[in-house]
């Protein structure tokens, strides 16, 4: 398969928090931004793969900042690497400040997906060529990552961990 780059998958959702959408604090409630994010990374991973995909797994999210309502929130969902059925896809979450227009950094997430064909069984998608500096250290984690997940899933042995064994060594 011909290798691709973690741009081609880049998504870019940007949307308000609405009052139907926040905690009794008024700040974005975290299942809402989930679904967002989900919702973009769902997208990267068909970007990919161009086949259906079903999210795996969610392996991290850090909830770092509070987003009021009114903010304007982007989503930006790229793949950082694919294995062989399956594509790690790593979310960042900016608030755009009303007055500046900066962008700052509120909160960050890594799903798995997993490439189906039509009966809902993996099938396998095509390599990733990571480009930037940060795309290289997303890339060279990634099955660190993917490993703590099947482990954690009871999906892994823990001995057969390798790059998670390595970390301890
Ligand atoms: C995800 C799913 C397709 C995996 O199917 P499976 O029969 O376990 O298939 P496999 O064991 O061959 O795993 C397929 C790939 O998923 C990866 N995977 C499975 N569970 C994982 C997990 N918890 N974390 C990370 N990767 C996981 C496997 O490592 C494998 O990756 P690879 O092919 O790149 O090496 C299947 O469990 C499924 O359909 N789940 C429901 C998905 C869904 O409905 N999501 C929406 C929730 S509402």
Do not use: C
Not at 32 to 42: C, F, I, K, T
Request: proline share 5%.
């Amino acid at each position: 398969m011909i290798p691709k780059h973690p741009s081609e998958s880049l998504t870019i959702l940007t949307d308000l928090v609405l009052p139907s959408e926040t905690n009794p604090l008024n700040n974005l409630f975290g299942g809402e931004l989930l679904a967002r994010m989900d919702r973009a990374a769902s997208i990267a991973a068909r970007r990919h793969s161009r086949r259906i995909v079903v999210t795996a797994s969610v392996n991290h999210v850090a909830f770092n900042r509070a987003v009021p309502i009114g903010s304007v929130v982007t989503v930006e969902a790229k793949i950082s690497r694919s294995f062989k059925s399956s594509m790690e896809i790593y979310i960042d979450v900016w608030i755009e400040d009303r007055e500046s227009g900066l962008r700052n950094k509120a909160n960050e997430g890594i799903y798995t997906f997993v490439a189906v064909d039509d009966t809902g069984r993996p099938v396998e998608v095509a390599p990733i060529i990571p480009e930037t500096e940060l795309e290289k250290q997303r890339f060279d984690a990634a099955l660190r990552r993917k490993q703590l997940s099947l482990v954690l899933a009871g999906k892994m042995n823990p001995h057969d961990a390798t790059e998670l064994k390595a970390l301890f060594s």
